[in-house]
């Protein structure tokens, strides 16, 4: 099934914790994305990716990290999780990082830091 | 700064009541307006995207328009199924990553 795929769908995290949320494209896009969904704030780029082996800070960058070793997947690392990393996020993608295509989205994944 | 804001945040038709919902844009050298359906629990999911002031693009009930400050979604005798977030997004110059900036969303529900 063409599209991009999240996991795991929810998470209940303890904080401290690390996780790793994963995302994974078979579109062959070159630009992926990650936004946090939060109420009353809409979504926000957390890190992007132009190609493989490049990634980029968005706007709300700081405890997360991200690596693009292939075109495929662009996972999503919190080191040590903390309550205000509770959010739904959403990874996306673009067929390159021009204004002319619109980015696709992937279902997300609900996490909950306690 | 980019900022977009869209009114209202919540919008009640009933079905066949036709009206439009408003996004406000601040960026400096748009370079595209985006606008997104969003499902509950689900992620947006794309709809048009407009370039130049005086653009307009329609797909079944949905009519997106464009102009130099703002963009509208003009829905025409809505259905029940029509009722969603949408949300509108702006996408900045190349140099900060070609990064979407988007509005909180309007919630539209269409009751039958």
């Known amino acids: 099934i063409a599209g991009i795929t999240q996991a795991p769908t929810s998470q209940i995290l303890a904080a401290g914790r690390r996780m790793t949320l994963r995302c994974t494209q078979d579109m062959r896009h070159n630009a992926m994305y990650w936004y946090r969904q939060d109420l009353g704030l809409g979504l926000r780029l957390i890190h992007y990716?132009?190609?493989?082996?490049?990634?980029g800070k968005g706007e709300v960058p700081d405890g997360y990290s991200v690596s693009r070793a292939n075109t495929d997947d662009f996972p999503l690392t919190l080191a040590s999780a903390v309550p205000s990393q509770t959010s739904v996020y959403f990874c996306?993608?673009?067929?390159?990082?021009?204004?002319?295509?619109?980015?696709?989205f992937g279902p997300g994944t609900r996490l909950t830091v306690l | 700064e980019d900022q977009v804001t869209q009114s209202p945040e919540a919008l009640r038709l009933q079905e066949g009541e036709s009206s439009s919902l408003n996004c406000s844009y601040t960026?400096?050298?748009?370079?595209?307006l985006f606008w997104y359906r969003q499902d509950p629990g689900k992620g947006p999911e794309f709809l048009f995207t407009l370039y130049s002031a005086g653009e307009e693009k329609e797909k079944e009930r949905l009519k997106a328009t464009l102009t130099k400050k703002e963009s509208f979604l003009h829905i025409t005798a809505p259905k029940p199924e029509d009722s969603a977030t949408y949300l509108c997004?702006?996408?900045?110059?190349?140099?900060?990553?070609?990064?979407?900036?988007f509005g909180e969303g309007t919630q539209l529900t269409v009751n039958p």
């Open positions: 996306a993608s673009s067929p390159d990082s021009s204004s002319y295509n619109e980015q696709f």
């Open positions: 960026v400096s050298g748009l370079r595209g």
């Open positions: 990716s132009n190609t493989a082996g490049t990634t």
């Open positions: 997004a702006v996408q900045a110059p190349e140099t900060s990553g070609s990064r979407l900036t």
